[in-house]
């Protein structure tokens, strides 16, 4: 999905790693959460065949899933809970979780809780409130990053300005995306946030640097993850 292009620029994710386990236990009910990163329907539907095979002895396995930049595929699967009283709050607690102040923007993100059902019943409300805690407890643990899309720009100039100009591009804060040396000149790469401006920003910069001298070309784009400040 990520390969696409899209209308969003950036958006968060969980870092890259290891599935992400967080449990709680609510009137002797256990809520085991896992998180996993998925960038593909098939690898959200890959963690809840797992989970199966690893908790068979549990009575629910309960996913949602929120996959691509633009947040364009969204699921939920209630698994025999009452409907609507699993996936659904689940999935909510994906879409409406807040990465940055007033924003709301993780994707690639799977979530499947397992249910050991404690004797207890939770009734209608209490199932909502607990799965809709268990993903929000998990989340509020769990490694995010920002990934974000960025144009790779390239410039041309001679070998012998190719160190410095190198230089005083990191020194202005933009990103070295890597430097080849052909037969007649070196190719600087620069990776900038894909948007009109940081793109214009960045071809005056090194009209700055060059005196004139180098023009900035734009090509394809390229995701990558960010930390988040």
């Known amino acids: 999905m990520q390969g696409e292009e899209s209308r969003a620029t950036s958006y968060t994710t969980l870092a ?3 599935d992400f386990r967080h449990e709680l236990e609510i009137k002797r009910s256990r809520f085991i959460t896992v998180l ?37 595929i969204q699921r939920s699967n209630d698994d025999g809970e009452p409907s609507g009283t699993a996936g659904v709050p689940m999935l ?3 879409a409406k979780r807040e990465t940055t102040p007033g924003a709301a923007d993780l994707s690639d993100v799977s979530a499947v809780v397992v249910r050991y059902f404690g004797g207890v ?9 607990a799965y809709s805690e268990s993903v929000s407890s998990a989340l509020s643990l769990a490694p995010l990053v920002r990934r974000s899309r960025l144009r ?3 410039v041309e100039v001679p070998h012998a300005a190719a160190g410095k100009l ?38 005056e910069r090194v009209q700055l640097l060059t005196a004139g001298g180098a023009t900035l070309v734009a090509a394809g784009t390229e995701w990558v993850d960010v930390p988040l400040p």
């Open 92 to 94: 909510e607690a994906l």
């Open 16 to 18: 890259p790693g290891s």
């Open 166 to 203: 190198e230089n005083d591009l990191r020194a202005a804060g933009l990103v070295m995306a890597g430097t080849s040396y052909e037969a007649r000149h070196a190719v600087l790469q620069v990776a900038v946030p894909d948007d009109a401006g940081a793109i214009a920003d960045a071809a």
């Open 152 to 154: 790779i720009c390239s």
């Open 121 to 129: 019943l939770l009734g209608a409300g209490g199932l909502v409130r």
């Open 36 to 72: 996993r990163r998925a960038d593909s329907e098939n690898a959200a539907r890959d963690l809840v065949a797992g989970l199966r095979r690893e908790f068979h002895d549990a009575r629910h396995h309960c996913s949602a899933f929120i996959i691509g930049p633009d947040r364009g």
